[in-house]
T-cell receptor
Framework: EPEVTQTPSHQVTQMGQEVILRCVPI?????FYWYRQILGQKVEFLVS????????KSEIFDDQFSVERPDGSNFTLKIRSTKLEDSAMYFC?????????????FGPGTRLLVL | SQQGEEDPQALSIQEGENATMNCSYK?????LQWYRQNSGRGLVHLIL?????REKHSGRLRVTLDTSKKSSSLLITASRAADTASYFC?????????????FGQGTRLTINP
């Protein structure tokens, strides 16, 4: 069964450093997402991406964050200057359909630790 | 305001028993979805129920939706040890294309053998 993959599985970085989290969504999917889950807290929506542009973003997704689909298969989340509070599990997700049909396929996540 | 709040926060039952988890939300929704998360792993989509549906089944899962009470329940029948996980409801209340999901805090389900 096709699945969303994410790399790396774990990333440790120093505060102020840039990180790029990578995702390979399922190949025929149209919508792509990033969510994060701070330890012990709810899963939070960050951004949705469709037709090579951001379709919606949350308040969390400020100028420090950016997303890109550089080559038609990868979907990346960049955090320009990491903060301690960016430590979280970051999940990529994709979805094949538009409209209200169908759930999302989530990747296994990247655990980011900012020191 | 909080959207998608589950109760109980934790539930521990014996294998073979049924497990019921509830979810409440505050705004109008397009659909409501349930996800499972095994410890430290990704989220697995279980079932989606649209706002115009009242009940849906998938294998041992039964989901109900009461839009007048803004609540949903997930029933897992004949539970198994492998059902041990956290279960989250998530509401889709945004524009229909984006399907921005708002997750609840989750119910941690433990099935005792």
């Amino acid at each position: 069964e096709p699945e969303v993959t994410q790399t790396p599985s774990h990333q440790v970085t120093q505060m102020g450093q840039e990180v790029i989290l990578r995702c390979v969504p399922i190949s025929n999917h149209l919508y792509f997402y990033w969510y994060r889950q701070i330890l012990g807290q709810k899963v939070e929506f960050l951004v949705s991406f469709y037709n090579n542009e951001i379709s919606e973003k949350s308040e969390i997704f400020d100028d420090q964050f950016s997303v890109e689909r550089p080559d038609g298969s990868n979907f990346t989340l960049k955090i320009r200057s990491t903060k301690l509070e960016d430590s979280a599990m970051y999940f990529c997700a994709s979805r094949p359909f538009s409209g209200t049909s169908g759930g999302k396929y989530f990747g296994p996540g990247t655990r980011l630790l900012v020191l | 305001s909080q959207q998608g709040e589950e109760d109980p926060q934790a539930l521990s039952i014996q294998e073979g028993e049924n497990a019921t988890m509830n979810c409440s939300y505050k705004t109008s929704i397009n659909n409501l979805q349930w996800y499972r998360q095994n410890s430290g792993r990704g989220l697995v989509h279980l079932i989606l129920i649209r706002s115009n549906e009242r009940e849906k089944h998938s294998g041992r899962l039964r989901v109900t939706l009461d839009t007048s009470k803004k609540s949903s329940s997930l029933l897992i029948t004949a539970s198994r040890a492998a059902d041990t996980a956290s279960y989250f409801c998530a509401t889709d209340a945004g524009n229909q294309g984006a399907q921005k999901l708002v997750f609840g805090q989750g119910t941690r389900l433990t099935i005792n053998p």
